[in-house]
């Protein structure tokens, strides 16, 4: 009897997958009416998470694919055993016991029911269990359990948690937002600048709530950004009191796949540093008024005062050697006029170099003229004055900034140039005054130029002085510097300069 048994078993067809075997038909087809078997293979064969389906005695009447392919475990290991004895009773978990016990006794269902497991050979996994009791027309009980792996996904979170964490102990202001400005997270940093709490922020879009006034077109930051995947710049926030605060802004755009791109957004607090440069800015601008005020002073000091006696000296000894009552000292004398004559030219030279009357009476051309031929004439350097269209009379902070430019500039090329030959040209369109000045000389060592952001900056004081003293006016200093010269150029509008 046993031989028959064992070659009827040998000569058995392998079995099926697991959804067709012959021993899950018998059983389920007589539970099952045809129709209903069909629709629940089909829900059980292509459900992601991993599916059983067991008895009211928790034996296991079907699995699903993606609970072989997750566990590691085989048909034959599988169907018609209890759950507690799968594998190597890895399914023995004290939790899910109470959970499946509780479903059969009382009806119950549950949702995402936690269970954390170390498996022999996957490690520890998170898994989140659903479970339904279905009763059958034939009286029968079964267990609809659903397995959802969501260790990568939860392990993910408690990342992030520990991150955001990590993040609310900066004093800096951290905000995550989706593109269309949703705030995602809000730091205690964020709970401090602005004085809304996490709770009320969370959902707000940020450039509303904070009203942001932002450098440039939000578009153009927003191309910028996507284009790149970062963006840096100021900003201006208005905090729950109504305070308005500069920020240093810093943004980074995270892009994952299946994942929706989030914005990190840090933001550093420069209220008071710009406080204190625009403090500095008119600080600087009032010794700068100061400083034309007194070269005026001088200058008009020496032109009316100082000249005035050297000219009477002058006068005095022309009468005396007209007199010829002093034929024995007559060349000491001439000597002296011709001094005072030199010494009337040098004060009538300085007084003009310190506040030329031309820039005041007739403008910057003539002053310019006038200050270029008498640099040709001392420094014996050509130098081609350019003015290209109606320059005509500008507001007298800008006259007089620029001149101050021309004068630093040609002194510059005098003592450190080597130049034979110098440009200036001077042009005003489209609401702005340009001026350009430029030498055939060895150029600036380059050690005496910083690289920054925008520009190249010369170390030295009086250009310095000028870059400030045109930024007051809303204008713009660049110099560029090579072996074959160098070329200063200057941007000044003049909308912006008259406002002031």
Not at 452 to 458: A, I, N, T, Y
């Amino acid at each position: 009897m046993k031989k028959p048994l064992r070659r009827k078993r040998k000569n058995q067809a392998a079995p099926s997958p697991p959804s067709r075997t012959k021993g899950k038909a018998s059983t389920l087809d007589k539970l099952f009416p045809v129709g209903t078997r069909a629709y629940a293979d089909t829900l059980t064969e292509t459900a992601r998470e991993s599916v059983l389906i067991l008895d009211a005695k928790l034996r296991v009447l079907v699995a699903n694919p993606a609970f072989y392919n997750s566990f590691q475990v085989s048909p034959a290991e599988t169907v018609s055993r209890l759950i507690f004895e799968l594998g190597n009773r890895q399914w023995d978990i004290p939790a899910l016991r109470k959970l499946l016990e509780s479903i059969t006794r009382q009806n119950a269902r549950v949702d995402d029911f936690e269970v954390r497991h170390d498996f022999e050979h996957l490690g520890e996994r998170i898994m989140l269990l659903n479970a339904r009791r279905i009763a059958l027309s034939s009286g029968q009980t079964l267990i609809f359990l659903s397995i959802e792996d969501a260790t990568d996904r939860r392990r993910e979170k408690e990342a992030l948690e520990r991150q955001a964490a990590l993040l609310d102990l900066t004093h800096d202001t951290v905000i995550v937002r989706a593109l269309n400005g949703e705030i995602l997270f809000w730091n205690r940093g964020a709970e401090e600048m602005y004085g809304w709490g996490k709770e009320y922020a969370l959902g707000k879009t940020t450039h509303q709530l904070l009203r942001t006034q932002f450098p440039k077109p939000f578009p153009e930051i927003e191309e910028q950004l996507k284009r790149t995947g970062h963006w840096e710049g100021e900003l201006v926030h208005t905090t729950k009191a109504g305070e308005l605060r500069t920020l240093n802004s810093r943004w980074a755009l995270r892009q994952q796949d299946n994942i929706e791109p989030v914005i990190l957004e840090i933001n550093h607090d420069i209220s008071n540093q710009k406080q204190s440069e625009e403090t500095l800015r008119r600080l600087s601008a009032y010794l700068m008024t100061l400083q034309d005020e007194e070269r005026r002073r001088i200058a008009r000091e020496l032109h009316d005062s100082t000249g005035q006696k050297l000219a009477a000296a002058k006068l005095q000894l022309d009468i005396l050697v007209k007199s010829g009552n002093l034929k024995s000292h007559k060349k000491a004398i001439v000597e002296t006029s011709q001094w005072i004559d030199e010494c009337f030219q040098e004060v009538r030279t300085l007084s003009q170099l310190l506040h030329p009357p031309l820039l005041d009476e007739a403008g910057l051309i003539s002053a310019t003229r006038w200050v270029v031929d008498g640099f040709s004439s001392r420094s014996k350097i050509q130098v081609d004055l350019q003015i290209e269209g109606q320059v005509g009379r500008l507001p007298q902070p800008v006259e007089l900034a620029l001149f101050r430019v021309i004068q630093e500039s040609l002194s510059n090329i005098h003592r450190h140039s080597g130049a034979k030959r110098a440009q200036i040209k001077l042009a005003r369109a489209n609401g702005a005054v340009r001026l350009e000045i430029s030498d055939n000389g060895k150029g600036i060592p380059p050690e005496l130029l910083s690289d920054s952001r925008h520009s190249k900056q010369v170390v030295g004081v009086g250009i310095l002085g000028m870059r400030e003293r045109l930024s007051q006016l809303g204008g713009t200093l660049e110099i560029e510097s090579s072996k074959d010269g160098t070329t200063v150029k200057v941007s000044v509008p003049l909308a912006a300069s008259a406002a002031r």
